[in-house]
Protein backbone atom coordinates (compact mmCIF):
# COMPACT_ATOMS: atom_id res chain seq x y z
CA UNK A 1 0.00 0.00 0.00
CA UNK A 2 1.29 3.31 -0.77
CA UNK A 3 -0.40 6.12 0.16
CA UNK A 4 -0.58 10.17 1.31
CA UNK A 5 -1.79 11.43 3.97
CA UNK A 6 -1.93 14.49 6.54
CA UNK A 7 -0.75 13.67 10.05
CA UNK A 8 -0.02 15.61 13.20
CA UNK A 9 3.02 15.47 15.39
CA UNK A 10 2.06 15.45 19.41
CA UNK A 11 4.10 14.44 22.19
CA UNK A 12 6.79 12.96 19.82
CA UNK A 13 4.29 10.89 17.86
CA UNK A 14 3.01 11.53 14.27
CA UNK A 15 -0.65 11.04 14.46
CA UNK A 16 -2.38 10.36 11.38
CA UNK A 17 -5.28 12.54 10.41
CA UNK A 18 -7.40 9.54 9.26
CA UNK A 19 -7.35 5.63 10.15
CA UNK A 20 -5.39 3.36 7.99
CA UNK A 21 -5.31 0.11 7.46
CA UNK A 22 -2.37 -1.26 9.32
CA UNK A 23 -1.87 -3.94 11.99
CA UNK A 24 -0.79 -3.26 15.34
CA UNK A 25 3.25 -2.97 15.04
CA UNK A 26 2.95 -3.54 11.51
CA UNK A 27 6.37 -1.72 10.47
CA UNK A 28 6.05 1.16 7.20
CA UNK A 29 8.08 3.36 6.23
CA UNK A 30 7.31 7.12 6.92
CA UNK A 31 8.45 10.20 4.35
CA UNK A 32 7.57 13.58 6.17
CA UNK A 33 7.50 17.39 4.74
CA UNK A 34 6.75 19.79 6.20
CA UNK A 35 2.91 20.84 4.87
CA UNK A 36 3.82 24.75 4.46
CA UNK A 37 6.58 23.53 2.16
CA UNK A 38 5.57 25.62 -1.30
CA UNK A 39 8.37 24.19 -3.54
CA UNK A 40 8.35 22.22 -6.60
CA UNK A 41 7.95 19.23 -4.52
CA UNK A 42 4.69 19.59 -3.55
CA UNK A 43 3.63 19.12 -7.11
CA UNK A 44 4.24 15.79 -7.68
CA UNK A 45 2.39 12.92 -7.04
CA UNK A 46 4.50 10.86 -4.78
CA UNK A 47 1.91 8.00 -4.64
CA UNK A 48 2.44 7.14 -8.12
CA UNK A 49 6.19 7.91 -7.67
CA UNK A 50 6.27 5.19 -5.36
CA UNK A 51 4.74 2.50 -6.88
CA UNK A 52 6.57 2.74 -9.67
CA UNK A 53 9.73 2.21 -7.71
CA UNK A 54 8.00 -0.62 -6.62
CA UNK A 55 8.08 -2.13 -10.16
CA UNK A 56 9.98 -5.41 -10.40
CA UNK A 57 10.53 -5.26 -13.51
CA UNK A 58 13.67 -4.26 -15.51
CA UNK A 59 14.07 -1.66 -17.89
CA UNK A 60 14.86 -2.55 -21.73
CA UNK A 61 18.33 -2.22 -23.04
CA UNK A 62 18.82 -0.11 -26.08
CA UNK A 63 19.42 -2.72 -27.85
CA UNK A 64 16.19 -4.75 -26.94
CA UNK A 65 13.96 -1.59 -27.88
CA UNK A 66 16.01 -1.22 -31.33
CA UNK A 67 15.00 -4.93 -31.80
CA UNK A 68 11.94 -4.17 -31.35
CA UNK A 69 11.29 -1.10 -33.46
CA UNK A 70 13.11 -2.63 -36.68
CA UNK A 71 9.99 -5.94 -36.54
CA UNK A 72 7.23 -2.69 -37.12
CA UNK A 73 7.01 -2.53 -41.38
CA UNK A 74 7.23 0.68 -43.11
CA UNK A 75 9.05 3.67 -42.68
CA UNK A 76 8.45 6.44 -40.68
CA UNK A 77 9.26 9.43 -42.81
CA UNK A 78 6.88 7.78 -45.99
CA UNK A 79 4.10 7.83 -43.19
CA UNK A 80 4.28 10.93 -41.94
CA UNK A 81 4.77 12.53 -45.49
CA UNK A 82 1.50 10.59 -46.51
CA UNK A 83 -0.67 11.50 -43.48
CA UNK A 84 0.80 15.66 -44.46
CA UNK A 85 0.01 15.15 -47.91
CA UNK A 86 -3.49 13.91 -46.81
CA UNK A 87 -4.54 16.80 -45.08
CA UNK A 88 -3.75 18.90 -48.38
Same mark, same amino acid.
Given at each position: ???? *?? %? =?? !?? /? &? @? +????????????? =???? &??? #????? #???? @??? !??? %???? #???????? *?? !????? @????? /?? @?? $? $?? +??? +??? +? /?
Amino acid at each position: MVKT *LS %A =VY !EN /G &V @L +RPLESLPLEEHQL =VRVT &VSD #ASDDS #ADSW @LDH !EYM %ASVA #AIQESEPT *LE !EVRQI @LSKIP /GN @LS $D $DI +RAE +RDS +R /G
